[in-house]
């Protein structure tokens, strides 16, 4: 069930985010991305694309500690190109 | 064992005896003399006294030493328990048992001292020793009674008594046993979900926001239990007296050595000291003058304490003052009020209904 | 168990936990964007790596921080504004063996506190004041303060700090490191994960200072204050790094003795 390519996952309380996007350029790999949706404070939040290394740059800068970082014991399948 | 000690020495021996292992301060005459005895004895009891660098730095040290659950003065003169209000304030909303040596340059920092100039509402039990064996046991009642209330108390003094040897011997007092400080802090309830936070906002651990106003009506109920719990005074011959002489501190010496004789050649004349100048003794004083047909109020300064007479009275008998503005060449308060002669010629011109010049 | 975690795969590990263990909860109404709950983190988890829950005392000066305090689970006592250094000493003249922690923000300790810390850093107590510095007064709504930028907008500089109106701005981590009390002076700075990392580890070193007795130990965070800075919250990180992070260089200024000033960091100098 791992995503493509990727070492790690996060889970986002995106009902907590605030929107503030200092996620996203903290992201190494650069897997987090302001998705289109709304939480009910109606403030946008960061959805997970593949390629997480589970390095925890997001976890350290997020203001609202709305991240928790996982890393998968064993590797993913690697099917298409890694990132 | 007696022994002749000045007030300032005293003062401090006593407030030792009472547990007292913390004080910080900074030089200010008459204050300066009990920062040096306190310097001189608190390391020999594994106490700790800290020259500050400022009358701000030596109450936030204090407070420091309050929170840890020690026993913990600091003090100053008026000018420097100016800089110390703002701490003074929220430090009796933090509920810290503070014992504060307001050693006045005379008696012109009674409002001070019973008002506050510190902001919002608040209160401290303030005790105006008349000499210094009276001192000796009331710095030690101060530090039991700071930690039986979690409210700051003053010792009113001046340079009179900072500066007056006297045959005292401290002896330690005993009290009623106190509850533990389990809100000192010490760390250890760290991790536990329960950790402390002393603070004088109501602010409480898990829970965003503050309260103010049912923090604030909280200690209000509280001071007014102190204002009915805590009043005391002192006075003679009040019974038939056609004159009652009120005073307070140093003065009220004088005060009672000129009534006593006045009493001796026939006069009806009474005294009234109030040993707490807050909470006032307005009861005690409303009957102590209850055959009174004038009240005279004996006081170093502009007229301060009068306020508290007449708000005592009700303008149920005539109040005059016959004291006034009294210092000496370097504004330290020794002037000349400070002499039986000069006190006893304005009592007599009270009793002849006399205006007295100030 | 949260919902969050249904759906993840068996052999995912728990590598970053959601909030430090001596932190109640997550919630609290600082701005998005805001470095100091980042400083906050570090500073609770390295207390808790130290093992020093139970003798940590942290003294709390006044400023947006202040709000942090209820998911502070260590014992606290709430200072004034500028007065945290002195409480602190009181606390650990009285309490040696507890590990005393100062957090004010620049208003606080710069400004209105200058003398207390100064004061406290000379007499070498053996303490940490931990310095957040976003260059103005967050909760009376972004007003300058002595650490304040020339050039950075502030409610009460609109045209940006200008030396000749406002003065210059006081670098206060070279003014302790100078004094022989101080044995550690650092400078950090949230505004990147590598940045938040160097935090942590500045804030260890500081705090062993303090538990070998070597005396008074500082470190300063700079925070991220889009808010205060008039800027959207993203812009926040490289704000702070190009002109906050220009004059109050990150580094350490104080280590072992050896002083290390601003002006030699920022020309990429170290301290040991």
């Known amino acids: 069930m791992s995503a493509r390519g990727s070492r790690g996952t996060v889970t986002i309380a995106t009902e907590r985010c605030k929107g503030c996007e200092l996620c996203i350029p903290a992201c190494p790999p650069r897997v987090l991305a302001m998705s289109q949706e709304r939480n009910a404070l109606g403030v946008p939040y960061p959805e997970l694309l593949p390629g997480c290394t589970g390095c925890g740059a997001c976890l350290l800068v997020c203001p609202d500690f709305c991240f928790e970082v996982f890393r998968f014991d064993a590797p993913a399948a690697r099917e298409g190109v890694a990132r | 064992m007696r022994q002749l000690m000045e007030g300032s020495e005293a003062i401090a021996e006593a407030s030792i005896a009472a547990g007292c292992r913390f004080f910080a301060g900074y030089p200010m005459t008459p204050f300066t003399e009990l920062l040096e005895s306190f310097a001189k004895k608190l390391p020999a009891v594994g106490g700790v006294c800290i020259n500050a660098e400022s ?38 909303r933090a509920e810290l048992p503070l014992v504060l040596f307001h050693m006045a340059r005379g008696q012109s920092d009674y409002f001070q001292a019973t008002r506050g ?46 500066h ?67 009043p005391r005074h002192e006075a003679e011959h009040t019974e038939d007296a056609e004159l009652v002489v009120v005073a307070f501190g140093t003065l009220a ?82 002037g000349p009020l400070l002499d039986a002669d ?9 009793l002849a209904g006399r205006e007295v010049a100030a | ?42 500073l609770l988890e390295t207390i808790e790596e130290l093992g020093c829950a139970q003798r940590a005392i942290g003294v709390i000066g006044i400023g947006c921080y202040t709000a942090l305090t209820p998911l502070m689970d260590i014992d606290l006592v709430q200072a004034l504004h500028g007065r945290a250094p002195s409480v602190a000493t009181g606390v650990k003249r009285m309490r040696p063996e507890g590990l005393v922690v100062a957090l004010q923000g620049d208003g606080d300790m710069v400004s209105e506190g200058l003398q207390e810390v100064l004061h406290t850093a000379a007499r070498g107590e053996p303490l940490t004041c931990v310095l957040l510095n976003n260059g ?27 030396a000749a109106y406002h003065g210059h701005p006081i670098l206060i981590a070279d003014l302790l490191a100078q004094l022989d009390g101080t044995a550690y002076a650092a400078r950090a700075s949230v505004h990147d994960a590598a940045g938040v990392a160097r935090t942590k580890r500045m804030l260890r070193r500081a705090l062993e200072v303090q538990l070998e007795g070597r005396g008074f130990s500082f470190v300063e965070i700079l925070t991220m204050c889009p808010t205060g800075w008039f800027l959207p919250t993203a812009q926040g990180p490289e704000y702070l790094d190009r002109v906050l992070g220009s004059v109050h260089v990150v580094g350490e200024l104080k280590r072992e003795g050896r002083f290390v000033p601003t002006a030699q960091l920022a020309q990429g100098a170290r301290a040991s």
């Not at chain 2, 009331?138 to 003053?154: G, S, Y």
């Not at chain 2, 006069?267 to 003794?281: E, I, S």
């Not at chain 2, 170093?300 to 005592?312: E, S």
């Open chain 2, 55 to 92: 009358e701000l730095e030596s109450i936030g040290m204090a407070w420091g030493a309050l929170a840890t659950g020690a026993r913990a003065a600091t003090g100053s003169t008026g000018q420097g328990i100016a800089l110390m209000q703002e701490s003074l304030s929220e430090i009796t």
């Open chain 2, 117 to 162: 100039g510190g902001h919002g509402d608040y209160r401290h039990l303030v005790f105006a020793p008349i000499d210094v064996t009276e001192a000796t046991h009331l710095a030690q009642e101060a530090f039991d009674l700071a930690d039986r209330w979690r409210n700051p108390v003053q010792i009113y003094g001046d340079y009179l008594l900072a």
């Open chain 2, 164 to 230: 007056t040897a006297e045959a005292v011997e401290i002896e330690p007092l005993r009290f009623e046993a106190l509850p533990p400080k389990d809100w000192a802090v010490d760390g250890s309830l760290g991790g536990s979900g329960r950790a402390r936070n002393i603070n004088p906002i109501g602010m409480e651990k898990g829970r965003k926001g503050i309260e103010p106003e049912p923090f604030w009506k909280r200690l209000q109920a509280k001071h007014d239990a102190m204002e009915r719990a805590l």
């Open chain 2, 253 to 334: 010496r004088f005060a009672r050595y000129v009534v006593r004789a006045l009493r001796r050649e026939g006069r009806r004349v009474g005294y009234f000291r109030p040993v707490t100048l807050w909470p006032f003794p307005s009861d005690a004083l409303r009957e102590a003058t209850g055959s009174a047909r004038r009240v005279a109020v004996l006081e170093m300064n502009a007229g301060q304490m009068i306020d508290d007479v007449r708000l005592a009275l009700l303008g149920s008998r005539p109040v005059v003052a016959i004291g006034g503005i009294s210092s000496d060449s370097a504004g330290f308060g020794i």
């Open chain 2, 342 to 350: 000069n006190v006893r010629e304005r009592v007599e011109g009270a």
């Open chain 3, 1 to 42: 168990m949260s919902t969050r975690h249904e759906g993840l795969p068996a052999n995912a590990r728990q590598v970053g936990l959601e909030k430090p263990a001596l932190q109640y909860g997550v919630d609290h109404d600082l701005c998005p964007g805001c470095g100091e709950p980042l400083a906050l983190r570090c």
């Open chain 3, 136 to 162: 103005v007064f967050g909760e009376t709504g972004g007003h300058m303060t002595a650490t304040t930028v020339l050039g950075q907008r502030t409610k009460n500089s609109l045209d940006g700090r200008d």
